[in-house]
């Protein structure tokens, strides 16, 4: 069974920029959740969908948006890009969603913005 | 607020030297704990869920139990590979469905 895919795995932006990135859950998990991962902040929540509805959303501000397709894949977009964005964007997958399932993780997008 | 803290920051530990990393936590209505092994420029690896106190769950080398107040990872007899940040993270039963993660344990096993 294949796991949770992110694409692509490297980016690097220049500030000001936007950036587009891809998460395939688990094949049959509804619940894609998005979060950014910094050596400061640790691991922070930024959005939940679930059968491509919006259900959860964390303290990120506007320029941080997502949606997700009719085939449970998810987009995450970061519009204004700021050096502080620089992060590993980690995509989790699972059936129904906390909180009575878990969450598997992709390998995350390392992105970094100059 | 939900809070979660680990300790210790860094471990390192001997091959076969046993010992446990704590995670405490505060959160309103627990609906589960988690446990994730996270190894350098990877995405997290499931673990464990820990669900009522009392509860215990075990995976080769690796315990996990859980109190009102805190859980302990235990490992037994570690070894090099076990090396990796260990993540505690909870969710609860009501209000944002979200895992509200600690800052990590990381641990180092020498031969």
């Known amino acids: 069974k294949a796991g949770v895919t992110q694409t692509p795995r490297y980016l690097i932006k220049t500030r000001g920029q936007q950036v587009t990135l891809s998460c395939s859950p688990i094949?049959?998990?509804?619940?894609v959740s998005w979060y950014q991962q910094t050596p400061g902040q640790g691991l922070q929540f930024l959005f939940e969908y679930f059968s491509e509805t919006q259900r959860n959303k964390g303290n990120f501000p506007g320029r941080f948006s997502g949606r997700q397709f009719s085939n449970s894949r998810s987009e995450m977009n970061v519009s204004t890009l700021e050096l502080g964005d620089s992060a590993l964007y980690l995509c989790?997958?699972?059936?129904?969603?906390?909180?009575?399932?878990?969450?598997?993780f992709g390998q995350g997008t390392r992105l970094t913005v100059v | 607020e939900d809070q979660v803290t680990q300790s210790p920051e860094a471990l390192r530990l001997q091959e076969g030297e046993s010992s446990s990393l704590n995670c405490s936590y505060t959160v309103s209505g627990l609906r589960g704990l988690f446990w994730y092994r996270q190894d350098p420029g990877k995405g997290p690896e499931f673990l464990f869920t820990l669900y009522s106190a009392g509860e215990e769950k075990e995976k080769e080398r690796l315990k996990a139990t859980l109190t009102k107040k805190e859980s302990f990872l235990h490992i037994t007899a570690p070894k090099p590979e076990d090396s990796a940040t260990y993540l505690c993270?909870?969710?609860?039963?009501?209000?944002?469905?979200?895992?509200?993660f600690g800052q990590g344990t990381r641990l180092t096993i020498n031969p």
């Open positions: 993270a909870v969710s609860r039963v009501q209000g944002a469905q979200k895992l509200v």
């Open positions: 094949s049959g998990h509804r619940s």
């Open positions: 989790a997958s699972s059936p129904q969603g906390l909180p009575n399932t878990e969450a598997f």
